[in-house]
């Protein structure tokens, strides 16, 4: 296994390998950090992310669980990106690479959410392909809730055309959730929109497929939104857009014993 030695120790990295394809990966919160095909880096890191391996990492595709969002008195968007996972596997290969993560239950994240579980998080690299597949266990012996998120962060302007977003319509969270149509171009103004559904969208070379996801959440703080974010440069904002395979608009129930994926796979063309 090799560590990669250009990330902050705290977080524990990783690289695969697939042909001239990689990708970096870190313990700490189960994240893929950086993903480069076809020669150019297709992911978001700040470089102002928190490097102490106790907080949110900015940047690459953090994942969101038990609970997307905010609660009061909780850590925004669960435990599960502030924990560090245990890496199971990491296979290079020509063709295909994949690494394997696992997270379960501890005090701590059983003193925030009293419930056993087990997330895996399988990793797969192919030329020109990053498939990521979130997989939730619930290991107890009662049923629990949850919402989740792949919150993938790309490297790409936010006023990136997306087609298929064009009139759909979707929930604002930064007006109370009122229903809106989708227009485009973004940027430069913030955007934090829940769109009901959505298993694919085209963005600048780049295909998405979400599955298991009941909408698909996207992203950008803008220039006001990125001077109050200390992880984010001032006009970084310009750099990224985040489209978030997510579960998001109704809790999903998973009884004891029972298991659920949810997932993003992203492809050049
Ligand atoms: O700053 P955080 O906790 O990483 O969240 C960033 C954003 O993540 C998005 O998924 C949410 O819809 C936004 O409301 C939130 O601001």
């Not at 470089?47 to 949110?56: E, M």
């Not at 056993?116 to 597949?133: K, M």
């Not at 977003?165 to 430069?188: M, W």
Request: charged share 15%; aromatic share 8%.
């Amino acid at each position: 296994m090799s560590s990669n030695p250009t990330y902050p120790s705290a977080w524990h990295c990783h690289t695969l390998q697939c042909g001239p394809d990689s990708l970096r990966l870190c313990e700490f919160g189960g994240q893929v950090l950086s993903w480069c095909s076809a020669g150019k880096e297709r992911l978001w890191l700040s470089p102002l992310a928190d490097d102490s391996g106790s907080k949110a990492i900015r940047g690459g595709v953090p994942l969101c669980f038990p609970w997307f969002g905010g609660r009061p008195g909780l850590p925004s968007h669960g435990f599960a990106r502030t924990r560090r996972w245990q890496l199971l596997r990491l296979e290079q290969g020509e063709q295909q690479a994949q690494a394997k993560l696992a997270f379960s239950e501890d005090d701590h994240t059983l003193a925030l959410w009293p419930y056993r579980f087990q997330l895996t998080l399988t990793v797969t690299l192919r030329p020109g392909e990053l498939d990521l597949a979130l997989t939730l266990h619930n290991t107890g012996t009662e049923s629990w809730d949850f919402t989740a998120a792949l919150h993938t962060y790309l490297g790409m302007a936010p006023d990136t055309p997306l087609p298929e977003l064009v009139g759909r319509h979707y929930f604002d969270k930064l007006s109370d959730g009122q229903d809106k149509e989708f227009l485009q171009p973004i940027a430069p103004n913030p955007i934090d929109a829940i769109v009901p559904g959505l298993g694919r969208i085209d963005a600048a070379g780049l295909s998405l497929h979400n599955h298991g996801s009941d909408a698909t959440v996207v992203w950008n703080p803008g220039p006001s939104g990125a001077k109050a974010l200390a992880d984010v440069p001032d006009a970084a904002f310009a750099e990224f857009l985040c489209l978030e395979s997510a579960v998001a608009l109704q809790p999903v129930t998973l009884a004891a014993g029972a298991q659920y994926q949810l997932g993003q796979r992203l492809r050049l063309g």
